[in-house]
């Protein structure tokens, strides 16, 4: 089974979010088939995408992610700022974090050097915690879209309450993905 490990998002900023898909899609002249929207509905702050697993690793990664949320405290964590991954023509559209950064990326860390502990390869690249609003297909689409975005560096969706992570099945579909989640995990004070 495919799986991650994130923190998701509550309902008004998940709406905020859509909100301003919309605006961005309204605002660029690309074809529907250059750009593939993140439905609202999925959207989520990723700590680590462990993809393909063998289903009796399932309980193992469980435990080490509820251990790992049972040694932090829940915290606020402002979402704002758009940018892209991909150089002057983005792959990837996403929204930022600002406020709260800084104990977004311990627990990150101590997620990652618990998984590592337990044989997960760890990730080369430094973290950057990120909602994904879009995926690009086409370059031309991607230039538009930067261009677009410089508009919104300043731009603030809310804040989230980052007091449960979660781990995550994701079945992908012609329809688009599906996440089911297999196990949700309270931090303190949450």
Known sequence: MRCFIAIDIDENNRMALGDLQQQLKSKVDVKRSDVKWVKPGNIHLTLKFLGEIKDEQVVD???????VAGRHNSFELSIESVGHFGGRSA?????GTGEGREKLLELQKDLEQELASAGWPAEKRAYSGHLTLCRVRNPKAGFKLVQIIEQYNDFKVGVMSADSI?????????AGPIYTVLSENRMQGS
């Open 61 to 67: 990664i469980c435990n080490i992610v509820k251990e």
């Open 166 to 174: 979660s781990v995550f099945q994701s079945e992908l579909t012609p």
């Open 91 to 95: 792959r990837v559209l996403w929204v």
